[in-house]
């Protein structure tokens, strides 16, 4: 098994991580199949030859994103199945009594106005000009590093469309399939998911949330070929899906011509002491879109969103729905690549998650 190798320390990746890392392959291999126990804190440590404390960071984040599961004076315990069939999971959930609360966590005013003058310095007349039709380079090619920084998607400029807002995005989609595509979403889910796809003239299937996601007798029987969830946090359920729940979509949509609409909306503010896994990233097919905006991150005045394509449908996209223009003034996005280039919005994001996991 791959955990028995000495954890290495060739590069500058905090040795939990790459722990973690390791344990999630195996668990995924099947090396720790579905309600076995793996070795404990100490057993781990020694075989590793790493501290009993850094064994637990892995182990929690394990935990965290649904592969382990501990048990009071047992240990801990694989709660992830990938190729077991659909899995089974818990009740179905009422619009009524899920529901959570969205936060807006303010970005430092004084940061943003001092990078708003920044960039009319710098650019001087520039930010008047009209944008390129897919985003201004310099965002997209921000958007690109930070993307693969913090959240393992590696892309192409040319696979990152900017726009006003995750609504106008949808709208973009529905172009690139086709009116005559199923689409179908989280029941429940954010009213307006369901509102701009039905006024773009799609039809919509409604499947219902159980407590890790989408109910799996629901997902085998739809007759969608566009996948569109929040796996984070579904709004306004709240519920995150499980790393299991995860496969399973992408399981689906690896038969046929399926695609997927990862909504990675609020999920750079999980307490997890690493960012959380992208459907986008663990995907193999090249068939997941992903989604996020600003508006959490920075300001919800701010209209700017962006979604990422798979290599193969750029083309198209450029195709079909390249004479779109650019919805968001070339002033907001050199403002937003400025704050990802100084690293004051990385450290905005850090500052939050370690006020939260301080609640």
Wanted: hydrophobic share 35%; proline share 4%; with cysteine.
């Amino acid at each position: 098994m791959q955990n028995s190798n000495k954890a290495s320390n060739d590069n500058k990746m905090p040795q939990y991580i790459r722990i973690y890392d390791i344990l999630k392959k195996n668990i995924i291999s099947g090396d720790y199949p579905y309600g076995t126990r793996i070795p404990s804190r100490k057993t781990m440590a020694d075989e590793m030859h790493v501290s009993v404390i850094t064994i637990k960071h892995a182990y929690e984040l394990l935990c965290d994103e649904g592969y382990l599961e501990p048990k009071e004076r047992s240990g801990y315990y694989v709660i992830f199945r990938k190729e077991d069939g659909f899995v089974s999971t818990a009740k179905i959930l009422s619009h009524e009594s899920h529901t959570y609360q969205r936060t807006t966590y303010a970005f430092p005013f004084s940061v943003l106005t001092k990078t708003m003058r920044k960039v009319v310095n710098d650019y001087g007349e520039a930010i008047l000009e009209r944008p390129a039709n897919k985003g201004c380079e310099e965002t997209r090619e921000a958007i690109r590093k930070y993307l693969a920084r913090n959240r393992s998607i590696h892309v192409d400029i040319s696979q990152i469309i900017i726009g006003s807002g995750a609504e106008y995005l949808y709208n973009l989609i529905v172009g690139l399939f086709g009116k005559d595509t199923v689409f179908a979403l989280e029941s429940p889910s954010y009213k307006k998911i369901e509102q701009v796809y039905r006024m773009s003239g799609v039809t919509c299937q409604m499947l219902p949330l159980e407590e890790n996601g989408i109910a799996s007798s629901a997902l085998l029987t739809t007759t969608a070929s566009v996948l569109h969830i929040s796996p984070y946090r579904s709004f306004p359920s709240g519920v995150t899906a499980s790393a299991s729940k995860k496969y399973e979509y992408i399981r689906w949509a690896a038969q046929g011509e399926r695609y997927i609409i990862e909504d990675d909306f609020e999920s750079e503010f999980s307490i997890s002491s690493k960012p959380e896994e992208t459907m986008f990233a663990i995907s193999d097919r090249d068939n997941v879109i992903y989604m996020n905006s600003f508006s959490q991150t920075i300001s919800p005045s701010l209209r700017a969103a962006y979604m990422v394509l798979p290599k193969h449908l750029t083309e198209v996209f450029d195709e079909w729905l390249g004479f779109y223009s650019c919805t968001v003034p070339t002033y907001e996005q050199l403002v937003i690549a400025q704050l990802i280039n100084s690293g004051d919005f990385e450290r905005h994001i850090n500052r939050v998650r370690r006020s939260k996991r301080k609640a």
